[in-house]
Every structure is written in structure tokens, then in C-alpha cells.
């Protein structure tokens, strides 16, 4: 077990250095110069060659990204461009919004989509059950961006309920959480309606029934435990959902989280903000994967004794 | 016992009809069954795959899935009607007074809980007892179905344990609340030659300590020579022969239970060439008419393909479905 | 040797009665049974058969845009017809720039329908290659391969394809760029997968034993197995594609103008969402049904290739 969860931790930390590396390839092949984009247009040329080598612009790329990855795992990004303050800093002011949303989203998405999801299962075929799927799947296919500007259009403006942007109060948190979570309900809701279905094919439901258990017994107690197996690794798939989504809700409810300031970043074309906060982003769902896999292997005892 | 009527048998299936509403139409799976199962006897139901021995069993604690159904008939178990009656009562019944072993013990015990937290849930379904108690018994019965070490296995998971212990775990589940009736379905299929042995061993055992009625269904007919002592002979769906387990073997009547014995690999036997039935298994969407035996059988006659035998009684409790026993007569 | 006939006869006769297991797989699938099961799918489910319909009329609208549309999408009478209400003249109304909404709309289904099809091929096919490379040649080539795969997939895909479009600038074009890179991984994880079970299969290796060429086998054998896998994949990723496609527009780093893409306007009508509503609401319905159209057609899909999937 000792050894599985070490593995497993080894075999995320390349996948990581890959992430940076693509990241940073991708970003430091951009035409423009930074320097230019930082000091504005008209600046001495012997001014702006002094800064070139002061930020290590004309080292070689590959020895570039073997400073940055240095500086990384101390927690240095580097600099904006635009706001000129550290990135880190700028990161650490937003997480904690992104992740209050995400967090809030998720507990939406799994407390409406896992009882859909069993309701759907076990009146298989039945008006409950077509109502919750297709429920499920136009939460699935209707854009974040838009859901988010029906409900501003309907309770903020029409009715007046709630704030249209906003993430200081709890009423505020209400749409936002209910949009970014829709969608992850439905994908759960249909994920745990398909494996119950399947777990409950298998020959030990029979033995249950045989026993003499009541059938909520047997799908609580016995086809439930199997088919949320699977559910859990969503979870990380979740995770990686809810953060891209959450760029979405962000910039529609104007709530400062990292998505809003990737997408600031690109618009001021600000370079290290962005590699920072996607490189930061995706380190999250790096680890929302392992922990995924590690409660797996918890959870499931063929894993866990061997 | 002696409150029990004597007269009637434990499990006294008539005329069942269990049928399978497909897209593609009416599966009559069992059709037209009756089976009578008396105290303290091993029974076997015979018949190739696909012939409805298994529905026939599973119907009895209607463990019938959608899309089947029953359809007909009637289920007696102790005098009480089965069919029809309300779910609640059926599933007090489960387990409690009859019970059953799968044909796969891979998959047939729950992966992720404890072998002894299974079984002794089949305790607690059926009876108050504390979870201390419920745990000592479990403990008991593998010890009583020849489980080692019964203390450790109670904490093992399925996929720590053989085949055979599975099997074993599975019939300690079974025997739990000393069911008056085991219904074991295959029981033996998936095991290897000798833990089928110890398995038929144990079965025969149960049946003499704890005086449980077992119902067997197979399609090995040399699992039934050793434990049975009555067999039902199904084929598509209807029980073609039955006769008690000297009978059946010494007197055998049916071609279609000549077919199955003479398939049998005989080491004595001279020629190399094994018999082999003819034909294939009916598709029971489209049954032929008259006998549903008749397009494999070598004995048919005109009439075999125009009208459906009934049973005809041979004597001796031998009832045979087939026209040349019509008049007490036999193949030439 | 009288013996090992013996044996044989007697293994012959003893499986004879055994029950058939009942997942036996279809080792090489001909087209017909594939076809023939859509086919009774969609005269069976009468949601995906609805959901065809809704596509096949998208697609024609799309494709007959400059007859269906009543109007010339970029044509602006912003003195008249500026945030004009929805009437019989225009049906959805008008623009900030006097342009009518239905006649847009109708050219913004070519983007969508563009955007949902070029990208997941693309993708797909370089997702199939390297699934079936990495699954098939094992090793080094495995590995590099899957390392890149993780690499790809531990990103949000929304975010990626941000990256991307940062570096190439918004465009269509650099859409399909963006989304070819971010979908290709999935598609090679369950292609190297089912690849991997492929080749231990006895018709694989007879054709490795009378020495048939790698790529060979891994056309003419392995790739018509996967077909059905594709097909579903296919069919789920499409809404997916254009999903990701209006999200990027709807940030601003997409379609650029004059484009006339679903989550573009959805983009520029958002500023004017409490006073002139339909501009949002119209590209939105559009995306829904469209998108919805497509997931219930792919959830149809799916289940009746479900025999073909065990893997």
C-alpha cells in the first residue's frame, strides 16, 4: 500500500515537469518582446538590453526553462509584466475565490447528482428516471457562460433576488455555484445511474436478494459501495471540470478567482501571469488525480490488502 | 417435525410456466413444469443448457429478472402458495427456509465486503440476534462446511479466497438459518474435478446432519449419480423424463436421456467414436411442433411431429414423455 | 498419441453440455451488423431519431445558409433597425449594428457544425495513430507516447486550448489547432487499451506467425475492431468541440469578427443582456439544442454499440 501511494506520487511529479515544459514552450515561442510590452514603446535600447539580461531573456531556451522550474518549486513565478508584482502573490490572492466556488459547485454537483443518479437507476425506464437524465444532459450541453446569463437575466434583473455579480455574500455565491455545478451534476448523475445499472447485473446482487434482503438493502448496501467506486475517480475528473469551468463563471459574475486572471492575462498579453496561474491550476488537478486514485485504492479492498 | 404434514411434500411445483417477454417475442423458458421435491432428499434436475432448469429454481424465490416472468402455475412450499404471494412474504422465505448456491462463486460473493459480513447478514435478515452472536455462528457454520481457520477467514475478502472456498463460503451463506430447502444451481460447473468432489461430499453431508431437502440442478449427469436420489430430465423448457436414480440410470426410457448417458465418456467402452445427439437445441422462439425432441431423435415417429406427448407412466414412479411409453411400451 | 485423441474426445465431450458463456466477444465485426444495429436504434429510440432530424436540418440550413437566411448576415441598418425587437420582418430581432439575428444565426451553424466535425477528426485520427502505435509497439514508443498523453489530459482542456489560442492569436483557424491538440490524447488512451487486448487475440497472432507486416496488421486487423469505439467517440466528442469552440469565443480569444460564430454573439450581446435579451438568449438556445441534439444522438449511439465495446 506504502509502496502503491509512493509510486504513484513518483510517476505524477514528470508529468508535472511536462506540464511546465509545454506550458513554457508554448508561451516563450510567442512573437513580441516582453520588454517592449512591459516598459512601453519608447525606451533606450541600452535600457532595454540591460533588462534582457537581467530577466536571463537571452539565455538559451532550454537553460531558461531549467530557471524557471527552479524558481517554480521555490514558489517563484516570476514577475508580471503588466501589474509588475510577483505572480505568486497574484495566485495566492485569487485561489482562495476559485477554490471557495469550485468547492461550492462541487457539493451542488454531488448532492443533487448522486440521488438523481440512484432515483434514475432504480426506477430505470420510468418517467423519474427520463426526467433526471434529460435534466442531467441538458446540464451537460448548455454553455456555462450562457447559463450563467439566463439566471442574472431571470433573478438578478427580472426578479431581483439575488445580486448579478458579486462573490462577498452567500447570495451572491448562489448562481455561480448553481451554474458551475449543473453541469458537473449531470455528468455525475448519468455516471452513477450507468454504473448501478451495470453493478446491479452482476451475480452477487442475486445473492443479496437470495438472502432475504429488502431491496433497499441490496441497493444501498450492496450495489452502491461498487458503483461509487468509479464515481470517486470522476471526482478528479471533476475537479479538472469545475477549474475549467470556473473560468466561465468567474468572468461572468466578476469573481476575482484565477480564472479571471488567466483570462485578464491574455488580454494584456501578460505571459508570466498566465504560465503561473495554468501551471498552478493544473498542479491542482494533478493532485485532485492522485488523491482520487489513493481513495480508490482505499476504498476498493482488492487494491487495498494486497 | 411432527407438526409438519407428513402428507404433503416439502416443495410441490405444478404446471409452472416462467416466460421471457423479449423484443423479439415470448420466450416460454419453463412451460409447463412440475416438480415435487419430498423431505430430507436430493433431487436433481437434468438438462442442457438453455433448458430451463435454472429458471425453474430461481422461480422458486422469484429471483426471475426482468424481462421474465411467471406466468403460470403454482409454487407450494410447506402447503404455502408462493406464486402470487406478496413480496415481503417471499423474502422472509429467502435465505430463512430456502435457500441457494450459484454456479459462480467468483462473482457471486460481493467484492468489497468481508466474506463473514455476507453470511452473517444472512443471519440478521432473518433473525434478531446481536451482531456478537450472528459473528459466532457465521464462525460456527465454516467451521461446519470445512472451512480452515474459520476465525481468520471470517475477516478475508472474496478475492483472497479459491474457488473452492468461495464455494464453500457459499454454501455456509446458504445453510446459515438451516434452510429446509437448498436449491443449488450448478453448483459445481466452476470447480475443478476434485473440489467438485469434496463440494458433492459436503452437500450430501449438510443433507444428512442438518435434514436439509436439496434440489440440484446439472447438466453433469455423473454429479447426479452420486448425490441424487430422484431426477427430473428437462428439455426445452418441459421435463421430458423422471425417475428415481436407479430407474433412471438402469432403466433409462427416454431417447433424450439416452442421448445424454451415451455422451457420456465411458472408459470401459470400446469404440473411440463418443455419441453425440444429433441436432441442435431448440430455439424456444420457435418451437417445433409436436415433440420438441423430435427433430434430434432417432425414434420418431409420424405422430412425434404432429402431437405433443404427455408423460406417459412407465411404473415405479418412472414417468417418461415420449409416445413409445404410451401404452407401458417401450423402444424395440 | 492414442492417448492425446482419447483426451481430446473426452475434453470435446465433458464441454459439450457446458452452459455457453454468454459475452462471447464478436471477434471480427462486419459493417452490416454495425449499421444494423444504429438502424434499429434510431426506429427504437425516438429521442435520438429526433435528435438526427434536429441535426440533418441544422446541417441543411447551414449548408443552403445564403437561401434559408432571409437576409445578409452582415448586412447593418444601424439608423433603422439598431437593438430592433423581434417581429415578422426579424424574427429574432436585430443587432447593435442593425444585423438580423435569425439570418446570423443561420450562418453561425456553419461554424459550429465546421468547428464541431474538422477538429474532432483531425484529432481523432492523430489520437487513433498514436493509440495504436503506442499500444502495438509497446516499449519506448509506448511510453513517450502515454507520458505525452498524461501530460495533454492533466490539463483542463479549456484552459490548454487558452494557452494555444494566447500563442497563435484568435482565429478559426487556430481553433482547430487548439482543439486538435487539447482532444487527441483521450482518443489514444482507449485505442492503445483496446489495442492491447487486440493483440493477444488469436487472429492477430496467426497473422504475426505467417509474418504479415506491423503496419498491416494494425490496419487491416486492429483498427476495424476499434471502429465501433471510434464511432461513439466520435459521436460524444462533436458537442464537446463545439461546447469548447463557443466557450473561447465567448471569452473573446475565438472567432473573431466578422465571424458570425454562436458564442460570439452570445459574447457581444451579454453587454446588452438586460435590455435587449434575445441577442443572448438566441445564439444560446441555439448552442443548447444543437449541442443537446448531438449528446442525445451520441447517448443513442453508444448504447447500440454497447455489445462491441467489452474491452
Known sequence: MARYILKRVLISIPVLIGVVFVIFFMLNVVPGDPVTLMMGEHIKPDLIEAFRERMGLDDPFIVQFFNYLKNAVQGDFGMSYKLNREVSGLIFQAFPHTLKLTLWAALVAWIIGIPAG?????????????????????GVSMPVFWAGLLLQYVFAYKLGWLPVTGYKTWQAMIMPSLVLGWSSAGTIARLTRSNLLEIMKNDFIRTARAKGLKEGTVVVGHALKNAMLPVVTMMAIQVSSLLGGAVMTESIFGIPGLGRVAVSAIGDRDMPLLQGTIIFTTMLIIAGNLIADLLYSVLDPRIRVE | MSELQKNEELLKITDLKTHFFTHKGVVPAVDGVSIEIPRRQIVGVVGESGCGKSVTAMSVLQLISRPGKIVGGSIRLDGRELVGADINEIRSIRGNKVSVIFQEPMTSLNPVYTVGRQVSEAITAHQAVSQEEARQRVVDMFKAVGIPEAEKRYKSYPHQLSGGLRQRVMIGMAMACQPQLLIADEPTTALDVTIEAQILHLMKQLEHDFGTS????????????????????????????????????????????????????????????????????PNLLRLPKGCRFSPRCEYARPECFEHEPELYDAGNQHLVRCFLYKNGGGPA | ???????????????????????????????????????????????????????????????????????????????????????????????????????????????????????????????TVMGLMSGY?????????????????????????????????????????????????????????????????????????????????????ILPNCIPNLIVLFSLNIPDSIMSESSLSFLGIGAVPPSTSWGLMVYRGKQYLFNYPWLTLAPGVAILILVLAFNFLGDGVRDALDPYLKD
Request: charged fraction near 20%; hydrophobic fraction near 50%.
Open chain 1, 118 to 138: 440512484i432515483l434514475s437507476a432504480v426506477k430505470q425506464n420510468t418517467l423519474v428516471d427520463r426526467g433526471f437524465m434529460t435534466f442531467s444532459l441538458m
Open chain 2, 214 to 281: 436439496i434440489m440440484l440442478i446439472t447438466h453433469n449427469l455423473g454429479v447426479v449419480a452420486e448425490v441424487c436420489d430422484y431426477v427430473y430430465v428437462m428439455y426445452a423448457g418441459k421435463i421430458m423424463e423422471q425417475a428415481g436414480i436407479f430407474d433412471l440410470f438402469d432403466h433409462t426410457a427416454h431417447p433424450y436421456t439416452k442421448g445424454l448417458l451415451n455422451s457420456i465418456p465411458k472408459p470401459t467402452a470400446e469404440k473411440r467414436r463418443l455419441y453425440n445427439i444429433k441436432g441442435m437445441v
Open chain 3, 1 to 127: 498419441m492414442q492417448e492425446a485423441i482419447q483426451a481430446a474426445e473426452f475434453a470435446e465431450e465433458t464441454t459439450r453440455f457446458m452452459p455457453p458463456r454468454e459475452d462471447v466477444e464478436a471477434e471480427l465485426l462486419d459493417d452490416t451488423s454495425i449499421w444494423s444495429s444504429l438502424k434499429s436504434m434510431l426506429k427504437n429510440n425516438k429521442l435520438a431519431a429526433l435528435s438526427l432530424a434536429v441535426i440533418v436540418i441544422v446541417i441543411l440550413m447551414a449548408v443552403f445558409a445564403p437561401i434559408v437566411a432571409p437576409y445578409d448576415p452582415n448586412f447593418q441598418d444601424a439608423d433603422n433597425l439598431r437593438f430592433a425587437a423581434p417581429s415578422m420582418a426579424h424574427w429574432l430581432g436585430c443587432d447593435e449594428l442593425g444585423r438580423d439575428v435569425f439570418s446570423r444565426l443561420i450562418y453561425g451553424a456553419r461554424v459550429s457544425l465546421v468547428i464541431g466535425l474538422v477538429p474532432t477528426l483531425i484529432a481523432m485520427t492523430i489520437g
Open chain 3, 137 to 221: 509497439m509497446g516499449k519506448k514508443v509506448d511510453f513517450i507516447i502515454m507520458r505525452f498523453a498524461d501530460i495533454v489530459l492533466a490539463f483542463p482542456s479549456l484552459l490548454l486550448a487558452m494557452v494555444v489560442m494566447y500563442t497563435l492569436g484568435a482565429s478559426l483557424v487556430n481553433i482547430f489547432i487548439a482543439l486538435s491538440i487539447v482532444k487527441w490524447a483521450g482518443t489514444a488512451r482507449i485505442v492503445r487499451a483496446q489495442t492491447l487486448s487486440l493483440k493477444e487475440k488469436e487472429f492477430v497472432e496467426a497473422a504475426k506467425a505467417v509474418g504479415v507486416k506491423k503496419w498491416i496488421i494494425m490496419m487491416r486487423h
